[in-house]
């Protein structure tokens, strides 16, 4: 079932588009990975998904309340209070008063004679009664059981892969319809990518990630989204059936240009021959070379003559 679709999807900075008529949609479930060359505008696209920028031009149909989230690449080194604080965090205002009232009976414990602070204690609980705030605790600690992190520990003093096995608790805590990850396995070591491997590989969620690391597509991605010179190719296979029949269209289109480009210069060397090309019967062949001039001009080639392989490799970390 599709829950996000784009038509028409055009974003531009400078001369060029960066997506140029782009399609996308987006199936309940699946695991789609994000590949393009740096610069091509795969932050881009996953900057327009989250809403935290417009593109010039598009349309775009969605499930009502349709929810996402992203896990950025970086890891906050500033951020401070328990393990649940930061994944009860990621459900916005509906969190703030079970965090209170969490808060607030460390402190009663602490201070068992203090009844000012245990009238504050009541009323607060009574209002995380009244608005059912006990279903996000419990929402939390599944997470937290999944994520295998102790709900108490603080979160500053976590290794760096747990950090990061946090932080994508406190995006799935608002239960998004579409995780959207960016370089989910850096700074993580190899243990730490094994356990996101197998987590991301079984959740229900539909995820979109961009990612570098070729073994970490080839257990999570099942499908793959192309991000090629402004055009935005969706391939429903696995990554290395992906790499095969890139390699196969890549092939096709340079051999394509390579017969543009010997008919363009047959024609050239025509044209400059003068006389034949001013006579009436050759202006149709004038106004045939004008158009692959043009297309020529708006050509976008094929940058560092990247090669696409199958071979495999060492897992990253």
């Not at 327009?48 to 031009?57: G, K, R, S, T, V």
């Not at 992190?149 to 990061?164: E, N």
């Not at 047959?266 to 692959?292: C, D, M, P, S």
Request: aromatic share 6%; with cysteine; hydrophobic share 40%.
């Amino acid at each position: 079932m599709s829950i996000l679709s784009y038509r028409n999807l055009t974003v531009s900075f400078g001369d060029r588009p960066v997506l140029e008529d782009a399609a996308l949609t987006l199936e309940k479930g699946e695991k789609v990975c994000l590949i393009g060359r740096n610069g091509e505008g795969k932050s881009t696209l996953l900057r327009i998904i989250n809403d935290e920028i417009q593109p010039d031009q598009g349309e775009r149909e969605a499930l009502p309340s349709l929810k996402v989230a992203k896990l950025d690449q970086e890891v906050p080194m500033d951020w401070a209070g328990s393990v649940f604080d930061v994944v009860a965090g990621g459900m916005g205002a509906s969190a703030e008063r079970l965090l209170r009232y969490h808060h607030l009976l460390d402190e009663a414990i602490a201070n068992p004679g203090d009844e000012a602070l245990s009238d504050e204690l009541d009323k607060v609980q009574s209002e995380v009664d009244l608005h059912n705030d006990w279903a996000l605790e419990h929402r939390v600690e599944r997470l937290l059981s999944k994520l295998q992190v102790g709900a108490d520990a603080p979160f500053a003093a976590l290794s760096g892969g747990l950090k990061r096995r946090v932080l994508l608790g406190r995006a799935l805590a608002a239960e998004p319809d579409i995780l959207l990850l960016d370089e989910p396995t850096n700074h993580l070591d190899l243990p730490s990518i094994e356990w996101m491997e197998g987590f991301l590989a079984g959740l229900d969620t539909t995820v979109l990630f961009v990612t570098h690391d070729r073994s970490f597509v080839r257990k999570v991605a099942n499908s793959i989204l192309d991000l090629d010179r402004g055009k935005l190719t969706r391939w429903n296979c696995d990554y290395p059936t992906f790499l095969e029949r890139k390699a196969e269209a890549m092939h096709a289109e340079a051999k394509h240009w390579q017969n543009f480009d010997k008919k363009l210069a047959e024609e050239e060397v025509w044209i400059r021959k003068g006389i034949q090309a001013r006579r009436t019967r050759n202006e149709g062949r004038v106004r045939a070379l004008k158009k692959l001039r043009e297309e020529r001009s708006e050509r976008r080639d094929l940058r560092n003559n990247a090669q696409l392989a199958t071979q495999g490799g060492q897992q990253s970390g």
